[in-house]
């Protein structure tokens, strides 16, 4: 168990582009949860996936964002045309089914700054 | 509506000194309740969870909670504090299926 693994670790972009994020479980864990924290603030929730299918989106995710979990493993979150807004600290957890039983394990976060 | 208040901003204590960091929440039904602990630049780990049963709850790092519904609150402490303690606590609600935090509680260690 490696834990939750998030690259890259920081993503400095200019206002405009777009920017992609991936996210590695635990490997037994089927849940997947995106969060998103300005500085601060606590996390906020953007979405979550059952295996491959995601279940639960969050209003702060707008049309630039798009979340993507295609074999139920690895998921990535694309933001498109990023605002000097989008600047905050993007957060993957996993856990098994019933989540809540249990806690979630958290990555290290990617750090985005839009320039 | 699902919140998660934390009054606390910041607190600083000298080391070896207990520690009680509040934490009250609003949710309709039985709460499931947790707190999480982040280093600077770091993720989350977590440090206890509630959700049936003692409402005293042990966690990881001499941590502990108690959960008091009649307070609406889930408050954590620590009975003396260590340097490596020095982090951002945060409070958080479950709703099924995502989290609820509150907006953090920053602890500073003073020697």
């Known amino acids: 168990d490696t834990g939750v693994s998030q690259n890259p670790r920081h993503k400095i972009t200019k206002r405009g582009q777009n920017v992609t994020f991936r996210c590695d479980p635990i490997?037994?864990?089927?849940?997947l949860y995106w969060y998103r924290q300005t500085l601060g603030q606590g996390p906020e929730f953007l979405t979550y996936f059952q295996n491959e299918a995601q279940l639960e989106k969050s209003r702060l995710l707008s049309d630039r964002f798009s979340a993507e979990r295609p074999k139920g493993s690895f998921s990535t979150l694309e933001i498109q045309r990023t605002e000097q807004g989008d600047s905050a600290m993007y957060l993957c957890?996993?856990?098994?089914?019933?989540?809540?039983?249990?806690?979630?394990?958290f990555g290290s976060g990617t750090r985005l700054t839009v320039v | 509506a699902q919140s998660v208040t934390q009054p606390d901003i910041h607190i600083t204590v000298s080391e070896g000194a207990s520690l009680e960091l509040r934490c009250n929440y609003s949710y309709g039904a039985t709460p499931y309740l947790f707190w999480y602990v982040q280093s600077p630049g770091q993720g989350l780990q977590l440090l206890l969870k509630y959700f049936s049963g003692d409402t005293l709850v042990q966690g990881i790092k001499g941590f502990e909670a108690e959960f008091k519904r009649s307070q609406s609150s889930f408050n954590l402490r620590k009975p003396s504090v260590h340097w490596s303690d020095a982090a951002e606590y945060f409070c958080?609600?479950?709703?099924?299926?995502?989290?609820?935090f509150g907006t953090g509680t920053s602890l500073t260690v003073i020697p």
């Open positions: 957890a996993s856990s098994p089914t019933g989540g809540r039983n249990y806690g979630y394990t």
């Open positions: 958080a609600v479950d709703n099924v299926n995502q989290f609820y």
């Open positions: 490997s037994e864990h089927n849940r």
